[in-house]
């Protein structure tokens, strides 16, 4: 019989073959596609952070990019980045785009569309900015412990100068925990208790990186957009606040025809980890204040205060301002082709491998080299991502045509939701068998809720690309699948 050892040797051979050796060097240089370049370097690596508050004892091995708790970038859009990454971290990593239409070499998917970058070595990566919107950047290998650990960062891309409407303040929210012992030091970031249920939750609830929500003041009777975004690795919100008039006017980024809070499903807009919301919110009166809140908690957990300062704007009413129309590629919903998935417990679904037992040197190494996680107890359509020693890449969902568009139906037969993301692409939602006034979002990621079926469409392009759900934990123990797209 094969050793262990030599099962892990055979599938780093396995893996190589997946993905082409290469550094990511781009065959046709940048310029000469006339675009405007910005390089960059980032890296990753691990620091210290006062995550408790003052006077607590300081985390150590926080996991940030270029040295900077969520870092965050901005550029306007067209821009395209030319980024030199260099992994300091002591195990292995990518970089993943969410959201943003990649080449699909410099997607970050280990072992799909690249090799991990293993301690001490550089990739090269191309991020066009071809759309406007809120993203963020994040591993993509062994992503419950390193983004629980903190190692995210915004990416911003603005409109064309004077194309957007004017807000009297802009506001980012980034809601993300820390799983943190009274110590101040990390607790282990999966559990199977959570993995195969919810997920396993932070310790400490903070916003934008602290546990005291922020006092942010905002014109009286002026208008605010917030920026929210969940970069937690588990936590799914009931996003909005107290105010009179607010709007959701864009979803992962994306302008949609803007929908006052009063009409979407509950009030709220529900929103799991990668998720991202813009909001409109009309300030009162001089001295009233806005709660912004996550509504899902028991007690409505207060996430920023906005404070209506007096700077004599006149009152006027509320009519929510758009943001230009996106220029996305758009599905042919009548000719579309129907895909259905069946999200599941790995019940019955096809287990490549048995798991390891905790505590396994292999399971460490198999998440160095191979970015998975041990254990499998999640499915799409009766099939687990590779996970323990056996690494085979399960065969893809689907191999789609290159332009041709696709109803993906998603049915959640779980006792839990799941925000569903698919790769290299923006899908529209369409319906959903439980909510009638969801209103037609263009998104990446979308909840699907226990006994939901979720209609989306997109229109197909070339690649390897992954659909998996962003609770990290679910998809390191097998929520995930990938389309080939040729
Ligand atoms: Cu933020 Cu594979 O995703
Ligand atoms: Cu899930």
């Not at 963020?136 to 603005?158: K, M, N, T, W, Y």
């Not at 301002?321 to 129907?338: C, G, T």
């Not at 923006?426 to 909840?447: G, H, I, R």
């Amino acid at each position: 019989m094969l050793s262990r050892r030599a099962l892990i040797a055979a599938a780093a051979g396995a893996a190589a073959a997946i993905a082409p050796a290469a550094k990511g060097r781009s065959t046709r240089p940048l310029a000469a596609r006339g675009a405007r370049i910005e390089k960059r370097t980032l890296y990753a690596g691990e620091m210290e952070v006062l995550l408790l508050g003052p006077g607590k004892p300081a985390t150590k091995r926080f996991c940030a990019y270029n040295g900077t708790p969520l870092e965050t970038w901005r550029f306007p859009k067209g821009t395209v980045l030319d980024v030199e990454f260099e992994n300091r971290l002591p195990d292995s990593t990518t970089v993943h785009w969410h959201g943003v239409r990649v080449d699909n070499r410099f997607d970050g998917v280990p072992p799909l569309t690249q090799q991990v970058v293993p301690p001490g070595e550089k990739f090269h990566y191309e991020v066009p900015l071809a759309d406007p919107g809120l993203y963020f950047f994040h591993p993509h290998c062994d992503e419950s412990g390193q983004v629980g650990r903190g190692l995210a960062a915004l990416l911003i891309v603005d409109d064309e100068p004077g194309s957007a409407p004017a807000f009297d303040l802009e506001q980012v929210i980034v809601v993300k925990d820390w799983r943190l012992g009274e110590d101040g030091q990390w607790l282990a970031m999966t559990t199977d208790d959570g993995a195969s249920t919810a997920g396993t939750f932070g310790t400490v609830r903070a916003t934008n990186a602290s546990v005291a929500p922020a006092r942010v003041e905002a014109p009286a009777h002026g208008d605010v957009r917030l920026r929210a975004i969940v970069a937690d690795n588990t936590r799914v919100i009931d996003f909005g606040c107290d105010a009179k008039d607010s709007a959701l006017i864009a979803c992962d980024g994306h302008a949609i025809e803007p929908v006052h809070f009063d009409a979407l499903p509950d009030a709220v807009w529900r929103m799991g980890p990668a998720m991202r919301a813009d909001v409109h919110v009309r300030m009162p009166g001089p001295g009233e204040e806005v709660k912004v809140y996550d509504y899902r908690s028991a007690e409505p957990f207060l996430l920023m205060t906005l404070v209506a300062v007096d700077k004599g704007k006149p009152k006027l009413p509320f009519r929510p301002l758009a943001l230009p129309p996106p220029d996305l590629p758009q599905a042919d919903v009548r000719r579309a082709r129907k895909l259905d998935f069946t999200i599941q417990t790995a019940a019955g679904a096809t287990i490549l491998a048995p798991p390891l037992p905790d505590g396994d040197p292999l399971a460490k190494a198999l998440v160095n080299s191979f970015c998975v996680g041990g254990k499998t107890f999640w499915a799409i359509n009766r099939t687990s991502w590779a996970a323990g020693p056996d690494l085979r890449l399960p065969p893809p969902l689907n191999v789609l045509d290159d332009g041709a568009s696709y109803v993906l139906s998603i049915s959640n037969v779980t006792k839990h939701v799941h925000p569903m993301h698919l790769h290299g692409h923006v899908f529209k939602v369409l319906s959903s068998t439980k909510k009638p006034n969801l209103p037609q979002v263009l998104a990446d990621t979308m909840v699907v809720e226990p006994n939901e079926t979720l209609d989306v469409a997109f229109k197909a392009t070339r690649g390897d690309w992954v659909f998996h759900c962003h609770i990290l934990e679910h998809m390191d123990s097998g929520m995930m699948g990938w389309f080939k797209i040729a």
